[in-house]
């Protein structure tokens, strides 16, 4: 996730239980998160243990699909509301109601032929207005196949949000020289058509084959990138004036957590990447785009955190974050202090930026047209391939330099996915990364930390009025007490096992649809540098997986 961070300590192999605080030490950020992390992966564990890959509480299965046919408008989906969990994540569905305004003085609630906005408000979500999904009719890829039979599935994952995005997340007590305290995870649900043709099941293929299926072709969408970082001292060390240690090889003048990020997906010639020292936490609002010219609401609180000619930037906003996606940098061409504005290399994507209330704001990433080969900042060697779409094309199977002494090797053979990223934290005390290695010392592959996407099949839909649920549900496993000596009929036990029993062949069923015949247990998308699972794809390129054969998959953040 895209936060000011100083490094990731959360490693799952290591069995933590807890993080001890302890009196009179510094309190870092990283020991916080890991906290937070333990918790969250313990706690969905036991759920997806419990629950099985995906399923919802009886009597309140959230996600009932319901197809609605129009003859001259697009056809829409109603989303029903209710609780859910996927891969052990709670989600809800239900749709808030408005609130209830004061009424204007001499008029009660009501009055003047106007209903209360509790009364006109929808009940439920529809696929064309789903909080997160951020769909545009008049864009045709957002549209619902219109061939039967098709699949609907349901898309979970997570991404921070800043104050940024969020401006009530910004304490304003703290004044104007604060930007922002603490960020959030965010879980985003998505409800998505995938047709029928990908799926490659027969005609009256039953809900067990379809599930299958679908499990199936969520294994084939897999990231299988995997990357490793290590030093080298530059060759024009000997000429750094700054009083670092002869024998470094990081020659940064500060502590860093670089961030190397998948920008477009693909194999090797076609996907790119982008790098930031800052963990891509540098992120700038906009207040209008006029053209090439972006007028800001900061240029950033110094040198370090702002921006500068040559830089290059991501205009984003909240639906292209959730959308995903990789959409071309821009480069700074000039900077306007007295007016907070920046001009770009060229005119932002009209979908982005274009609207007040998804909070566009330019994202920094660090990487140079042409960094050179040296791997530092000064005298570079020789220049590296140019930059397409404004990243650097992947390069397997050599040390590729970032900066400061810092190279990054992407293992070959690789499907790399939008959003893929690996966090490698630099310190100046040491003169190094912090990587694993073995003992002779030479770094370890790492697959991605993120971002961690997983799906689960909702409905398959054969035409208007037909449509078949793939959803699966529990009863609850708390029993009536037992009486000594009490009928079976009286306590009310035999009914209760009645219930737990049909839970346990749901739970059975769910497993069985597995090819592995495994229930999922993943973790989750927090400020944790978490192996990859064949369960993982990237959101931007549409594709997911699932532990154990299931639907349990893997997605771009922000």
Same mark, same amino acid.
């Given at each position: ?10 490693r ?12 009179g ?8 998160n890991?906290?937070?992390?333990i918790? =969250?992966v ?8 419990l ?7 009886a ?14 408008e ?6 029903g ?25 001499g ?17 439920? &979500? ?11 009719p ?9 061939t ?7 898309t ?5 949000v ?5 401006p009530?997340?910004r ?5 104007p020289a604060?930007?922002?305290?603490s960020?959030?995870i965010?879980?985003?649900w ?5 047709? @029928? ?22 294994a ?20 750094d004036?700054?009083?670092?240690? #002869? ?11 670089y961030r190397v ?9 076609e996907?790119?990447?982008k &790098? ?26 110094d ?19 959730s ?14 202090l007295? @007016?907070?504005?920046v001009?770009?290399s060229?005119e932002?994507d009209?979908?982005?930026g274009?609207?007040p209330? =998804? ?5 920094? &990433? ?9 791997g530092?900042?000064g ?5 590296a391939? #140019?930059l397409?779409? @404004?990243a650097?094309?992947?390069?397997? @199977? ?9 190279f ?27 990587w694993p290695?073995?003992t ?9 930390c993120?971002i ?9 839909? =054969?035409g208007?009025?037909s449509?078949v649920?793939?959803? =699966?549900?529990?009863? #609850? ?15 009310g ?16 069923g ?16 927090h400020?944790?540098?978490?192996p990859?699972? #064949?369960?993982?794809?990237?959101p ?17 953040d922000?």
């Amino acid at each position: 996730m895209h936060a000011d961070l100083s490094r990731v300590t959360f490693r799952p192999d290591r069995p933590y239980a807890a993080v001890i605080a302890q009196q009179g030490r510094v309190q870092l950020d990283a020991d916080a998160n890991e906290q937070a992390a333990i918790q =969250l992966v313990t706690a969905r564990r036991v759920a997806a243990d419990l629950i099985g890959p995906h399923g919802g509480p009886a009597g309140a299965t959230g996600f009932a699909v319901g197809f609605e046919g129009r003859s001259r408008e697009l056809d829409d989906l109603t989303i029903g509301g209710g609780r859910y969990y996927v891969a052990g994540i709670p989600l809800d569905a239900t749709r808030p109601l408005p609130g209830t305004p004061v009424p204007d003085a001499g008029h009660a609630p009501g009055e003047g032929g106007t209903a209360p906005a509790s009364d006109a408000a929808p009940r439920t &979500w529809t696929y064309w207005d789903q909080p997160d999904a951020h769909r545009d009719p008049e864009c045709a890829a957002d549209r619902l196949p219109t061939t039967f039979p098709y699949l609907v599935h349901l898309t979970v994952w997570e991404r921070s949000v800043t104050a940024v995005e969020d401006p009530l997340l910004r304490e304003v007590g703290l004044g104007p020289a604060v930007a922002d305290t603490s960020a959030r995870i965010r879980t985003v649900w998505q409800v998505l058509p995938l047709a @029928g043709e990908e799926l490659g099941v027969e005609d009256g293929a039953g809900p067990d084959r379809v599930r299958a299926a679908f499990a199936d072709w969520s294994a084939r969408q897999a990231s299988t990138a995997r990357l490793a970082a290590r030093t080298e001292r530059p060759d024009h060390a000997d000429d750094d004036p700054c009083a670092l240690p #002869p024998e470094s090889r990081y020659r940064g003048p500060e502590n860093q957590l670089y961030r190397v990020e998948i920008h477009e997906g693909g194999q090797a010639g076609e996907a790119t990447f982008k &790098w930031s020292r800052e963990n891509g936490s540098v992120a700038l609002a906009v207040e209008c785009l006029d053209g090439t010219w972006a007028e800001l609401a900061s240029l950033g609180g110094d040198d370090r955190l702002g921006l500068q000619v040559g830089d290059w930037v991501e205009p984003l906003d909240t639906a292209a974050v959730s959308r995903g996606g990789a959409r071309p940098l821009l480069r700074i061409e000039e900077v306007d202090l007295p @007016g907070r504005r920046v001009r770009l290399s060229a005119e932002p994507d009209p979908a982005v930026g274009r609207r007040p209330e =998804l909070h566009p704001f330019l994202r920094r &990433w660090d990487h140079r047209r042409s960094p050179g080969r040296s791997g530092g900042r000064g005298p570079a060697g020789p220049a590296a391939p #140019p930059l397409r779409r @404004g990243a650097h094309r992947v390069e397997e @199977g050599s040390w590729l330099p970032l900066e400061d002494g810092v190279f990054v090797w992407f293992e070959p053979g690789a499907t790399y996915r939008t959003g893929d990223f690996w966090t490698v934290a630099a310190r100046t005390a040491t003169g190094d990364v912090e990587w694993p290695a073995d003992t002779a010392g030479r770094p370890l592959l790492q697959p991605s930390c993120g971002i961690r996407v997983h799906r689960a099949p909702l409905a398959w839909v =054969l035409g208007e009025g037909s449509v078949v649920d793939l959803r =699966l549900s529990f009863a #609850p496993l708390a029993v009536p007490v037992a009486v000594a000596g009490a009928p079976a009929a009286a306590t009310g036990t035999e009914g209760s096992e009645g219930a737990a029993g049909t839970a346990g062949a749901g739970a059975s069923g769910a497993g069985a649809e597995s090819p592995a015949g495994g229930r999922s247990a993943t973790e989750a998308d927090h400020p944790g540098q978490t192996p990859a699972t #064949p369960s993982e794809t990237s959101p931007g390129s549409g594709s997911a997986t699932a532990p154990g054969g299931q639907n349990d998959q893997e997605r771009s953040d922000d």
